[in-house]
């Protein structure tokens, strides 16, 4: 058997894998790569709506959701390609 050495955040994220994740992986393994994009896009979004301000015009709101728009049919092409 192999042991591979992981970080302490890699460690948790296998250990809350399941038996059917780890075997969907191994069967797509393109999946990782594709996900990070959606993962960045959506500390993105996060970071875009904590910084609305709770009592903003309909403009602003108008503005940032077409930015979070943007930013999410962005990584979706990305991992569609």
């Not at 955040?9 to 809350?16: D, G, H, N, P």
Request: overall charge positive; proline content about 2%.
């Amino acid at each position: 058997m192999k042991t591979i050495k992981v970080t302490q955040a890699q460690y948790r994220v296998l250990q809350a894998l399941t038996r059917k994740d780890l075997a969907t992986l191994k069967k797509h393994p393109t999946i990782l790569a594709e996900s990070r994009y959606l993962v960045r896009a959506c500390k993105k979004i996060i970071k875009r709506v904590e910084q609305l301000p709770e009592h903003s015009n309909r403009r602003k709101r108008q503005t940032v959701y077409k930015r979070i728009i943007a930013i999410c049919r962005e990584a979706v092409d990305r991992v569609e390609k």
